[in-house]
């Protein structure tokens, strides 16, 4: 209950002291402004505390190293030393501030006692990371007395520096994108070959989809060349929790690896909190949208309840953290924040000391802000997700989430930013509209009971492979011996044949096969597109933006003329798109607006090719691949925040894409078809005037089944839901009868998403079928949270919840075809009637 | 040896010659000296057809406009230009076209899908066809393709295997210029390509000329670059547009040209640059760019006026490293601090010698990081703008060449290219691999090469040597410029208007120097 506001006040500098949490999730409600609040608590958790499990130093390393050792390891970072010891390539899937930097450093350390030539390879997310490493090994190094050498090597270190670290350091610490072009010049690096004895990679888990696909080949190439200068090293990766570590270890290195996921770091007793916003004017139902296509919550948006509570937590003594999408975000959060402090109506007495944190503020005032916080000056700081990982936060009781940031594992990583070492903590999930949101808000088990996501590499699209085996014959000469490591020796057959025909390379597996042009291959690598035709990014007036190149899907999806976006917080309006010129490009210019855009697509699917298939109940099951042809040629301007629609059917003028990638799709048996269609034919959306009325229920079904398996796609897979489409069809386009639906990978030449769908098909089916059932929007036609997807080519019609559930439970074996028939009206010129096609998006 | 020679065809696309003016392209026509203009299809305008049939008196086919069959034939060789592939079918048996060494037609190129790794040769039916019918093989040479490149096709067409040679005659896309190729096609069906940018002729030939520079050039009475040669700095400077040191490197870059000889820029001490130092000239032979192996190695000892070579007749993969034991070995045991110079060895020769010491003579890697100094001349020259060379490009040969040194013999039959795919064939018959179709492709064209002549492989590397010899002499003689006051900054980054060497990757500076302990030259 909440309390009377005048008698419980509690004065903000009030602290319980040094030791303990001022609030916990029933305290948060408790304290809350009784006009404030309207039952936003929805759920409280209480997640035990964690002991640290030690392992005596001197069992896992020499003695006299043991002795200079301050603290003894985790078992964790124990367990992973022995098995590199033993020969083993290890993967570390334990939570952030483990200390995985130590698991890697001490290795290198009782290597270097042995060999002081020994070297080591880290290749790190970015830039700003690296350096953060260099100075914790150098810390860990000096502490223990040696006299190993540390060295950055990335577009920033200087030049001078650079032969120096070549010939000296014992340890080079890089990124994917730098290490894809120091390959070429392999031969300046032959002593650091000879010698390499490890490769760390680090966050393993971002490596994923399109930059994890880059990632495992630059791997590839780089052990390739380590291999022909005699050096053997093993690997070792550091991971978030994913849910298949052993398997992605392997697909981005290429080897087996021995996971470590059991944690000996300790942890406190965690309070966690889902927070959900009331709806807007207190208590009152839900505009009814019967008869129009447009729905809009009125709930409170995230970005206006989260910095309330925020400052709710850090006066009442919880210094907190508030994670928030971008940076304009934080700026307004902390303004949001002081107004509601400062509004007399509220019973606070004081103000908070809060602070926006972000990589738009200049080095030295991040120091400063960092510093603060440290020293238990701030109150409160609102960041991006820039304080998500690296240093140390010190006194941080609290974090809340401002929505969901898009994954299980940066979830974790962000409330772990709370509550170091064994003290107590609090977070607060604060849900947005969007539909992830509103799935784990009604499905908490999700985040705290189930597997985390599995990463997906997929080695498979040919595109990238030929571009990096390009780089590779580059390199040296490509040889049969490289088969085992370069896709098989039939693929690799086929490619170098293809290259042969194309000009691209020259000679044969058996002499060598080289890169026949004289231009450098590895300056055609972006990581985070597929091929060629990559567009390149630009500010209004200037050169190029930071060498970030998107590719062509991308750039016509979300970087059409007059499409905003957001590029590293920062919003920016598309003023140009350009392709006539030898390198395409599209130009930005910035601007502060409400709103943000969405491309809507259509989608037509032909020329398919089955590769696999399979029975799910009486449902054909397949996939392969198939040429898509995706247009975007509408986008919708909406509001920021409550996502309301400004402005819609506006044009980008960008012409419609082809591309052949990896599909799945299933084919829906006659009867369950003809079931459904009789149980539903009642259905009539008036807006789908060009589709038979008797359809509107079934096709509105499976259109609602694609969109949903696609939204909860994310939920199961490292996949961005962007990377994905769909396209519900009343007739499949390989020349069967049958209606069904396709998954796509949205990647030229396939991402393998598609692949994982196909083979959870049922789980992900699942996860749908509840999206739809547990919305509280209760519509048939769904809505924005469920099924309404904001990229829909059909304007999200028809979409018809009751139909779809049924397709599902015969899918999914949980009904007979036959008894939904029953509860129809029976129509005895069903099977005679033709069907027209009809495709929906 | 003159039925070597073959027919010169010289293939041009409008949108990279539509730029130079009748003077330069008087100027390329004279460089190529072609026996044939040809046109590529792409990009095609009549203005520019037109201009080249009034510079060039020799046949000038262009693949734009209707589609036609028509027969040149050209020293010796005749060749078929077909304006569509389908045209070649159902000739009559007696026609012309049926006994030329050359098939001539830009429908011919791959179809591709990356995703699938296939790739088929669009126009093989009719070509099929028209080879079936015709005597002999054809080789196929089509505009759709840059020229460099270079592959049998064995479609099955008809329900037959058969063998399309196809090679790519249009210019090469390079960041800067396009760089036009003339091709040397023999009675055989081989084919040699010579190239040069397209921007280096006339007095776009000059340094720091471009289309600007070279109008105003132009406006101001200046119409040949002999004339500009004649003309002093100052007159030069005097024209807008045109600054000091731009006018010095053109005058300087007219001169060499004119004269052929080398123009000193700066007085920076020729490499090696210490007085008690005397060179060693080197050079390199691999078998190919990404080299798997050297065999052949030769070095020129000025001072004792003695050429040593070291050269594997054996070649294989087991001992990738042994010429280049050899020559280190020796190295070591005659010269304690020997001072090596090359002609671009930062981008090639010392890039492959380290990685072969590193791997395969690890023994010696500190005498070689530490007791020899490496030096190239094409870098300090070039791109360092200490000297101006003759010679149309910067290549050793073209250099050479321009200050009268004469190849003769074997020597000048051969170049580095085609050597080292001789000596990839032979590294691959040593292995009796799988019966793939690349393999079979290998093994027809092994066969279809001569095999390897270690007498003229061996003259041809020291000729290359004594070339780099008497280039240094030329550079080291040259007197200075009396016009160029004090020395220009060395360190340069390289030329934007530079021609591009046969054997160079681009890079910037950023290459590392390996020597060690010498101070910068």
Known sequence: ?841 | MSDEDGADLLALCCDAVADLDDTALRDALEYFDPDLVYVVRESSDVRVVSRLRRAFDGPVVSAGGPADVRTETVAGITFVFAGSASLLEDRPEDDETQTAEYVVCDDIEPTTDAVMLESTLAGREPIARYQSRASGTATVLTGALEAGYDHVWEPTVDGERVTIPVQGVAPLRRSGAAELACLTCDRRGSVAVSSAPADRFGLRALANVGPTTAQRLRTNGYETRAAVAETTEADLRSIEGIGASTARAIRHSARSLAESRVVRRTDELVPPAAETATPLFVDIETDGLQSTIIWLIGVYDPQRDAYVDFVDTDPSRDEPGATTRKFVSWLAAEYDAPSLVTWNGHAFDYKHLERFIARDVPEFRDYWREDVFTYDLYDWAVRREHAVLPGRTNRLEDVAEALGCDRSGAAAALDGKSLAERIRRLLESERPSGAGSEDRAAATAASTGTAIDWAAAREYCEADVRELAAVSKAIATAPLETDSAGSETGGAELETNGAEMETEQERTTDDSTTQTGLADF
């Not at chain 1, 969405?598 to 397949?622: C, K």
């Open chain 1, 1 to 841: 209950m909440p309390t009377d506001d005048i008698d419980d006040l509690t004065d903000g500098q009030d602290s319980t002291g040094a030791d303990g949490l001022a609030l916990t999730g029933a305290e948060l409600r408790d304290t809350f402004p009784s006009r404030r609040y309207h039952g936003q608590l929805h759920e409280r958790f209480t997640l035990p505390a964690e002991p640290a499990s030690h392992v005596p130093a001197r069992e896992v390393l020499p003695a006299d190293l043991a002795a200079t050792l301050e603290v003894d390891p985790w078992s964790h970072q124990a367990e992973a030393l022995e098995a590199l010891s033993d020969g083993e390539n290890v993967c570390v899937a334990t939570s952030t501030s483990s200390g995985k930097t130590y698991v890697y450093g001490l290795h290198v350390a009782r290597r270097f006692r042995e060999n002081p030539d020994v070297r080591a390879l880290l290749v790190y997310p970015t830039k700003a990371l690296s350096r953060d490493q260099e100075r914790e090994l150098n810390d860990l190094f000096d502490s223990l007395g040696l006299d190993v050498t540390v060295g950055v090597y990335d577009g920033d270190t200087k030049r001078e520096e650079k032969a120096r670290i070549r010939e000296e350091a014992n340890v080079v610490i890089t990124n994917f994108a730098g290490l894809n072009q120091y390959l070429e010049g392999h031969h300046r690096w032959a002593a650091f070959h000879a010698e390499c004895e490890l490769i760390v990679i680090d966050e393993a888990h971002s490596w994923t989809g399109i930059s994890g696909m880059h990632a495992a080949w630059i791997l590839r190439r780089t052990r390739r060349l380590i291999d022909w200068y005699g050096g053997d090293p093993q690997y070792v990766l550091t991971t978030a929790t994913i849910g298949n570590p052993a398997e992605h270890a392997r697909a981005l290195t290429g080897e087996p690896a021995t996971v470590i996921d059991e944690d000996g770091s300790p942890s406190g007793r965690r309070h966690l909190a889902f927070w959900d916003p009331p709806t807007d004017g207190g208590g009152g139902e839900y505009e009814d949208g019967s008869g129009d296509t447009e729905w809009s919550p009125s709930k409170r948006p995230a970005t206006v309840e989260a910095p309330e509570v925020w400052a709710h937590c850090c006066y009442h003594g919880v210094p907190s953290l508030l994670f928030c999408d971008s940076r304009k975000q934080t700026e307004l959060a902390v303004g949001r924040a002081r107004e509601y402090l400062e509004n007399p109506t509220l019973p606070y007495r004081n103000s908070a000391d809060l602070a926006a944190y972000n990589a738009g503020h200049g080095k030295r005032s991040r120091r400063s802000t960092e510093n603060r916080l440290k020293d238990g000056e701030l109150d409160g700081v609102a960041t991006t997700s820039a304080l998500e990982v690296g240093i140390d936060v010190g006194g941080i009781d609290g974090t809340i989430l401002m929505g969901y940031p898009g994954s299980r594992q940066s979830f974790w990583q962000r409330l772990g930013r709370s509550g170091r070492d064994e003290r107590e903590a609090l977070s607060v999930f604060v849900p947005s509209h969007a539909t992830l949101d509103q799935y784990i808000l009604r499905h908490p088990e999700y985040l705290l009971e189930e597997e985390p996501e599995s990463a997906v590499v997929d080695l498979a699209n040919n595109p990238v492979y030929l571009q990096h085996l390009r780089c590779a014959a580059q390199e040296l000469p490509l040889r049969r011996e490289d088969a085992d490591r370069f896709g098989g020796i039939d693929r690799l057959e086929r490619a170098v044949e293809y290259g042969r025909r194309t000009g691209d390379f020259e000679g044969s597996l058996a002499g060598g096969v080289t890169y026949a042009h004289r231009d450098r291959p590895q300056s055609e690598i972006n990581l985070y597109a597929s091929s060629g035709n990559a567009f390149e990014v630009r500010l209004a007036g200037e050169e190029t933006f930071d060498n970030q190149a998107i590719g062509k899907a991308r750039a016509y999806r979300d970087y059409h003329e007059g499409a905003t976006v957001l590029y590293r917080g920062d919003q920016y309006e598309v003023v140009e798109l350009q392709e006539d010129r030898p390198q395409p490009s599209v130009t930005l210019e910035p601007v502060d607006v409400d709103y943000y855009t969405q491309s809507q697509r259509r989608t037509t699917i032909y020329d398919t090719e089955v590769r696999e298939s399979r029975d799910v109940g009486p449902f054909r099951l397949n996939w392969g691949y198939g040429t898509v042809t995706v247009h975007h040629d509408t986008y919708t301007k909406r509001e920021i925040g409550t996502g309301d629609v400004l402005a819609v059917g506006l044009e980008t003028g960008v012409p419609p894409l082809e591309m052949r990638t990896q599909l799945c799709w299933a084919e829906v048996p006659d009867a369950v078809e003809q079931a459904v269609t009789a149980a539903h034919s009642d259905y009539h959306n008036d807006e789908c005037e060009e589709l038979p009325p008797r359809l509107h229920g079934y096709l509105g079904g499976i259109h609602a089944i694609e969109h949903a398996m696609i939204a909860v796609a994310p939920l199961e897979l490292t996949v961005d839901a962007a990377d994905l489409g769909g396209l519900a069809t009343n007739r499949l386009p390989d020349g069967t009868d049958a209606s069904g639906w396709f998954i796509y990978d949205a990647v030229e030449g396939g991402l393998g998403f598609s692949r994982r769908i196909y083979e959870e098909y049922e789980a992900v089916a699942r996860r749908a079928r509840d999206l739809m059932t547990d919305c509280p929007c209760g519509r048939d036609e769904g809505c924005p949270a469920c099924l309404m997807d904001d990229r829909c080519g059909n304007d999200n019609r028809p979409l018809y919840a009751p139909a779809a559930t049924d397709v599902i439970d015969a899918l999914l074996g949980e009904v007979d075809p036959a008894a939904l028939r029953s509860s129809a009206n029976a129509d005895p010129d069903d099977s005679t009637e033709r069907r027209p096609p009809a495709s929906v998006s």
